[in-house]
């Protein structure tokens, strides 16, 4: 069973910087990318971001400009750097792999892999 492990969420004062890890236990032969979702309390899950296997990228707009997404296909990885947080990026992140697919733009659409969450606070 393919298995997403996420690492790197913590607490963080506005402002700040924090790098999200997630690994997958293997290649997830049915997708072609990998991306993240967050959910804030009482919100809906988002997406954050995604990353294809061939390096092309897509973001939120809520996160365009502070958030980059980097992978290491070899490792079968995906890293989320996040700088100038804001106490709005509170949240669970989610680690997802899919596919990053195109028709009058690109989009992620999520397959059913998903890490454990990890926690990031932004507050000072």
């Known amino acids: 069973q393919v298995q997403l492990v996420e690492s790197g969420g913590g607490l963080m004062q506005p402002g700040g910087s924090l790098t999200l890890s997630c690994a997958a236990s293997?290649?997830?032969?049915?997708?072609?990318?990998m991306g993240w979702y967050r959910q804030a309390p009482g919100k809906q899950r988002e997406l954050v971001g995604g990353?294809?296997?061939?390096?092309?990228?897509i973001y939120a707009d809520s996160v365009k400009g502070r958030f980059t997404l980097s992978g290491d296909n070899a490792k079968n990885s995906v890293y989320l750097q996040m700088n100038n947080l804001k106490p709005e990026d509170t949240a669970v992140y989610y680690c997802?792999?899919?596919?990053?697919?195109?028709?009058?733009?690109?989009?992620?659409?999520?397959?059913?892999?998903w890490g454990q969450g990890t926690q990031v606070t932004v507050s000072s």
């Open positions: 990353i294809s296997r061939g390096g092309r990228t």
């Open positions: 293997t290649r997830i032969f049915s997708t072609n990318a």
């Open positions: 997802n792999a899919g596919i990053l697919t195109y028709s009058d733009d690109y989009y992620y659409v999520p397959k059913d892999y």
